[in-house]
């Protein structure tokens, strides 16, 4: 990397620096994120035309994906940045992973009620032990299991390392919940959009999924800053950037 | 969709699809609130704890 850019890194992992770019980066998330919602649910429970197969019943699609791709981006997330405050003792990194955690088990609840809504008309059942419905509950669980166990020390920052061995261990299922569909027979459908090798699903269905994507990843940045900015408060609450940011208001 | 009446019955999927609609809008209407409520508390009190110790 050139100087340049490692000048960059260091300011931004100064928590002053982050916390006010984040203040300042959220509202513009919010705002594209709201577009791109009103823009996608107008296409996927409107415009989209109804599915062959499963009629109207497929426009729950339009929520169930995204928030299945943020369930596991976000844990990936979660459990790099934690990796990252393990290994250089680096402050921002475990607010991020600390930040990240409670928004991310929020999209896996979402994926499994929305699956399980989805699952009850087409297949007949809320719920099936299949491998992908249970390695999703399982990454439901690490996400409490690490929001718990990095709260259960006395002293936080033992508490942070122990969450973020936890957060790296349990990276192993994310890469199992994607293939369950291809590695196992299940009964939940394979995967429906290729990123690259093109979708087996018409444009008119797919662009309203894409623009749902592209919102929920803005809406979980937007809300991901501003827990950060808590999260920066909560740990330097006693700097003095902090005080005098509270003094000057 | 060609009309309203078909927009709201969903097809005959209404049961499955505006339920699974609504929590979605509950989970992402908690997401948004709490983290600048919480900020805002926290700024409150270190306000409070500030200016308390100013006072006589």
Known sequence: MSKLSWVWFH????????YRLAGRLAPW????????????????????????????????IYIHVPSAWLSMSCYTLVALSAGVGLV?????AHAVAAAAAPIGASFTFLALITGSLWGKPMWGTYWVWDARL?????????????????????????????GAVLALVGLV?????????????????????????GSDISAAML????????????????????R?????????????????????? | MSSWHEFLTMGGYAAYVWPAYGIAALVLSVNAVLPGRRLRRQLAELKRKRGGGAQP
């Not at chain 1, 300011?11 to 982050?18: D, V």
């Not at chain 1, 919010?30 to 197969?53: E, K, R, S």
């Not at chain 1, 890469?175 to 299940?186: G, Q």
């Open chain 1, 207 to 226: 662009v309203p999924l894409l623009i749902m994507i592209a919102g929920f990843t803005l809406f979980f940045a937007a809300c991901l800053l501003k």
């Open chain 1, 228 to 249: 950060i900015q808590g999260e920066i408060l909560e740990r330097e609450r006693d700097a003095g950037w902090a005080r005098e940011m509270v003094e000057r208001t």
């Open chain 1, 134 to 162: 249970t390695s999703e509950l399982i990454l439901l669980f690490l996400y409490f299991g690490y929001m718990a166990l990095s709260r259960s020390y006395e002293d936080p920052r033992s508490g942070e390392r122990a």
């Open chain 1, 29 to 60: 998330c919010g705002w594209t994120a709201a577009a791109c919602l009103a823009a996608g649910l107008y296409g996927g429970l409107w415009y989209a035309p109804a599915d062959y197969q499963q009629g109207d019943g497929f426009r729950i």
């Open chain 1, 11 to 18: 300011r931004l992992a100064s928590p002053p620096y982050f």
């Open chain 1, 88 to 92: 250089w003792r680096m402050k921002l």
């Open chain 1, 173 to 197: 299922n994310v890469p199992i919940i994607h293939y369950s569909v291809v590695w196992w027979n299940t009964l939940h459908q394979g995967p429906t959009v290729f990123v690259g090798s």
